[in-house]
């Protein structure tokens, strides 16, 4: 990449996992469009799950079913890419 910074294995790793999560979204959902309305409550959600993942292992809060952390980052990173390309694709429009 640029300025000589390189790019990890942990890097890669997890931004790898965030592309299987976003095959994931697309082969549950379709192709998703919203308004950006709708993806923010869809993007805030994820994040409350990993709130929720946090506060679990602080034995905090309600049961939930958000209780892999790594997990629920993910989701949130692969929320906010494809919000990422539809804002990218609009703008090639
Ligand atoms: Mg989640």
Redesign the pocket.
């Known amino acids: 990449m640029g300025n000589g910074v390189i790019v990890t294995s942990v890097m890669a790793h997890v931004n790898n996992d965030v592309l299987e999560e976003r095959c994931k979204q697309d082969a549950k959902w379709g192709k998703q469009r919203h308004d950006l309305g709708g993806w923010l409550m869809i993007l805030m ?2 994040v409350g ?2 709130s929720e993942a946090m506060m679990k292992e602080r034995g905090w809060g309600k049961p939930t079913d ?1 209780n892999d952390l790594y ?2 980052l993910i ?2 990173a692969a929320v906010a890419s494809a919000i990422a390309e539809q804002v990218l694709e609009q703008s090639e429009a």
């Open positions: 959600e994820e799950e990993v958000a997990k629920e989701q949130v």
